[in-house]
């Protein structure tokens, strides 16, 4: 597998992701304070199997953040979906 086509399968696994999220919370308009603690749960087997990383869903949950947060700090504006794919594979890929 070459790293792009990785990188847009983790791309699409975030976009579904998105998607996913935001039909479940339909009647807030995809509003969710705890949105990172639902997209650990939807993406973790399948990000791991990808990566071919092992992590807790809670890791997880800690690096969904973390990569929020530098993307406010470092590309606010970006496109969250590249900016996460590149986040992880930095880390994992």
Known sequence: MTDTS???QIEE?????GGA???AYIDTDGED???PLWYADFVHERL?????AKFT???LVYLIVMAAKEQALKA?????????TKFFLQRYG
């Open 6 to 8: 990785l990188a847009q």
């Open 13 to 17: 696994l975030f976009r579904e992701a």
């Open 21 to 23: 999220h935001h039909q």
């Open 33 to 35: 304070p705890e949105w």
């Open 48 to 52: 791991g199997q990808l990566l071919g």
């Open 57 to 59: 869903k809670s890791e």
């Open 76 to 84: 606010p504006g970006a496109d969250w979906l590249r900016y996460y």
